[in-house]
């Protein structure tokens, strides 16, 4: 199983970016995906996370600007980020919660990051 993250770059304070991720493989279900995002000399924190049944949970620092979505036919989490402030610097990982085969625990899956820079 392989996460495909994309969408990452340079924006200017107050812009707007989208980050795509793809989950490829052989893949019975996929629970939750969510991104994360990890700046320099910090931990990795919470952005957003989205169940298969679309319900959603953001962190305090990202309510109202960035929207969580997700494809389960194209097994793809999206995340649309507005008004983006130099704090949101980091890179951004993406993660989904899935299970190979029926029957078999969920097991937990990365991208490899992307990086989103925000300045002026």
């Known amino acids: 199983v392989q996460l495909q993250a994309s969408g990452g770059g340079l924006v200017q304070p107050g812009g707007s970016l989208r980050l795509s991720c793809a989950a490829s493989g052989t893949i019975f279900s996929i629970n939750i995906m969510g991104w994360y995002r990890q700046a320099p000399g910090k931990q990795r924190e919470l952005v957003a996370i989205i169940t298969s049944g679309g319900s959603t949970n953001y962190a305090d620092s990202v309510k109202g600007r960035f929207t969580i979505s997700r494809d389960n036919a194209k097994n793809t989490v999206y995340l649309q980020m507005n008004s983006l402030t130099p704090e949101d610097t980091a890179v951004y990982y993406c993660?989904?919660?899935?299970?190979?085969?029926?029957?078999?625990?969920?097991?937990?899956?990365w991208g490899q990051g992307t990086q989103v820079t925000v300045s002026s």
């Open positions: 993660n989904a919660r899935l299970r190979l085969r029926a029957g078999i625990p969920e097991s937990n899956y």
